[in-house]
């Protein structure tokens, strides 16, 4: 309902303007972009770049993460590092990442790391600190397992906290890959298509590329990630 109500404002943007597609002409170009191989394969790339990089930054928050709550002074020195992590922009992470790596593959994916760590790193640590002492003190007297530590005393404390620390993250990795990629003047993915496109006023190709941008973001954040946290709070 909410992207149908898209429609007339696109209609109307498109009769007052120059560069907006009409959303007619966009339909009947959908079937075939997506039709086609090339199109698919971009959008593996960039999915790569960016799951990549989540991976990475959401293990390097865990680990920030419990080191800050576990370590006071080591809480203190990293929480510097995180600090300034959340405070640099997203297009300099990814000029600077790109010159270090020279385009590289890794400099997409570090990027998307360095920029969605520090969230997890602060989700996680104030999770953690919301955690219960008496029961984390209770588990080491009884000597349970770190597995069984982390499954009965800090993941139903952790849990709220780390889905929206990932929603947050998720959103920023898509954001920074597709700068990234036009700033590397990446030859693949999704950025490097869309820059290719506007380059060339290709503005049909334009809206193509933000609809499959806008349908891939949205599956992940409802029909991934929603869909998760419902499962692990099924028993509220």
């Given amino acids: 309902m909410a992207l149908l109500l898209l429609l007339p404002l696109w209609m109307i943007a498109h009769q007052n303007t120059t560069f907006i597609e009409s959303p007619v002409v966009v339909a009947r170009e959908l079937p075939h972009f997506l039709a086609d191989p090339e199109t698919w394969s971009n959008i593996g790339i960039t999915l790569g770049r960016v799951a990549g990089g989540l991976i990475l930054g959401v293990m390097a928050g865990f ?3 419990f080191v800050m709550t576990r370590s006071r002074f080591l809480g203190e020195v990293l929480g510097y590092y995180v600090t300034a992590a959340l405070r640099t922009p997203s297009a300099i992470a990814a000029i ?21 760590f520090p969230y997890m790193a602060v989700g996680l640590r104030d999770g ?14 009884y000597h349970l397992s770190l597995f069984a530590q982390i499954r009965h005393v800090w993941a139903p404390f952790v849990a709220p906290f780390i889905f929206a620390a990932l929603r947050n993250a998720h959103a920023l990795a898509w954001k920074v890959i597709v700068v990234a990629e036009i700033f590397g003047a990446a ?19 334009v809206h193509l590329w933000l609809l499959v941008f806008m ?8 029909g991934l990630i929603r869909t998760a946290e419902k499962f692990v709070f099924r028993w509220r």
């Fill in 128 to 141: 953690l600190a919301s955690a219960d002492n008496d029961l984390d003190e209770m588990s080491r007297v």
């Fill in 63 to 65: 680990v920030a993460a």
């Fill in 96 to 116: 600077l990442a790109l010159a270090i790596f020279k385009g590289a593959e890794a400099g997409y994916v570090l990027v998307v790391a360095f920029i969605t």
């Fill in 187 to 205: 030859k693949s993915g999704f950025g490097a298509k869309f820059e290719h496109a506007w380059s060339y006023m290709l503005m049909t190709e």
């Fill in 215 to 222: 349908a891939i973001v949205l599956f992940a954040e409802y």
